[in-house]
């Protein structure tokens, strides 16, 4: 076991594209890092970093105290687990679960009660002489994390290692990573691009996007607090609703697509400084509220829009409302986050709700539950408590 720490941690291409800039970061000693990101955000370049099978272009990289840049693969005393199984083809899978041992010349007996105990507790002991081609995919992912995790590596780097299995085996299969990894205490990397994957393994969740580090916390903090706009919309089932509105001058109303929501409380922190000015509005789709139809409302508590879209999502209904304001455009993101030109405001509702794409709603928004960003840079201004 090992506490991993990357300082200021650069990989440059050789044709000048960057992969990662500048990345600070401590896993510690047992933890599971789940890091995510869009893809070409530096996830897997910075396992391959820590494997050694790029070299670091500038910065260090210490597992359990040693710088190891300049260590090769072999040295390092970590596992990977790939997004293909990578399995030998030629070998069984017993053969597979040795190989390792045997190439750091592990005595025999402890080679054999090492994989048997491995295979016991990933469930392949039955599978142990069988080439690769004859087993599923989620067996021969299971025999490929025994490979790895047979050899009580320092630190154990999972990269996107249940994307092939379909959903029901994926979330077996990372319930059992995840009580596997817990009862080694193994210091553990696991790159996805399921944030909600993520947010169910990760003791912290690091955010990267185009090689660098949005943000490093725990899932309920990143949920809760999101540093910017990009980690706001990118961290939840769907992300956070981000509309363009302004804070009256008086500081006692939100202004949003020629409506009014009171502002709950008085701006305070870096907030003080934008009544009268624009802002982003970000809502998360629990605070939204469809009031039904004839039902008194609050006008400063409710907004009048369009349903876009419903999803059936087993017990609630996804309920994308339009909003007549420009879709917001997240600094650096690929594309505006609306539907069209329009912003869109999405409610999880039950999923009885009679509810039909086109027709006017009124939804009530919880007003104490609202996050605000600067319209310009992106940045936090001021989360709920």
């Known amino acids: ?89 030629h070998l069984t899978a017993g053969d597979n679960l040795r190989f390792g041992l045997e190439m750091g010349r592990v005595p025999k007996p402890e080679i054999d009660l090492r994989v048997q105990a491995e295979s016991r507790v990933l469930g392949v002991a039955r599978l142990l002489g069988r080439l690769p081609r004859t087993l599923s995919a989620g067996q021969r992912q299971r025999v490929a994390v025994g490979r790895a995790t047979v050899r009580m590596p320092a630190a154990f780097l999972l990269d996107e290692p249940l994307t092939h299995l379909d959903a029901a085996r994926r979330d077996r299969l990372r319930t059992e990573l995840t009580t596997l990894q817990r009862g080694m205490g193994v210091t553990t990397v696991w790159v996805t691009h399921d944030q909600a994957q993520a947010m169910a393994i990760g003791d912290r969740i690091a955010v990267l996007r185009r090689g660098r580090l949005e943000q490093v916390d725990t899932p309920r903090a990143l949920y809760r607090r999101p540093a910017n706009t990009f980690v706001a919309s990118f961290i939840g089932t769907p992300g956070m609703s981000l509309l ?3 804070i009256a001058p008086d500081g006692a109303r939100i202004a949003v697509a020629g409506q009014h929501l009171r502002f709950p409380g008085t701006p305070a922190g870096h907030l003080r400084r934008y009544p009268g000015r624009p802002v982003v509005l970000g809502v998360r789709p629990e605070h939204v509220r469809l009031v039904p139809p004839g039902a008194a409302s609050d006008d400063l508590r409710t907004l009048r829009l369009t349903v876009a879209r419903v999803e059936h999502l087993g017990p609630e209904l996804g309920v994308a409302c339009a909003v007549d304001v420009p879709a917001v455009a997240v600094p650096d993101a690929d594309e505006p986050l609306g539907l069209g030109d329009s912003a869109m405001l999405y409610a999880r509702v039950p999923a009885r709700t009679d509810v039909r794409r086109g027709e006017p709603i009124e939804v009530e928004i919880q007003a104490n539950e609202l996050s605000f960003f600067d319209p310009d840079t992106g940045a936090a201004l001021w989360h709920p408590a």
């Not at 869009?38 to 396992?47: Q, V, Y």
């Open 244 to 246: 363009p509105a302004a």
């Open 1 to 89: 076991m090992a506490e991993l720490r990357f300082e200021e941690v650069s990989r440059v291409h050789p044709d000048g594209s960057v992969a990662l800039a500048q990345l600070s970061l401590h896993v510690r000693n047992g933890e599971v890092l789940a890091m995510v990101g869009p893809s070409g955000s530096g996830k897997s370049t910075t396992l391959r970093l820590v494997a050694g099978l790029e070299p670091v272009t500038s910065g260090t990289i210490s597992i359990g105290g040693r710088v190891v840049n300049r260590l090769p693969p072999h040295e390092r005393n970590v596992a990977m687990v790939f997004e293909g199984d990578s399995l030998y083809p």
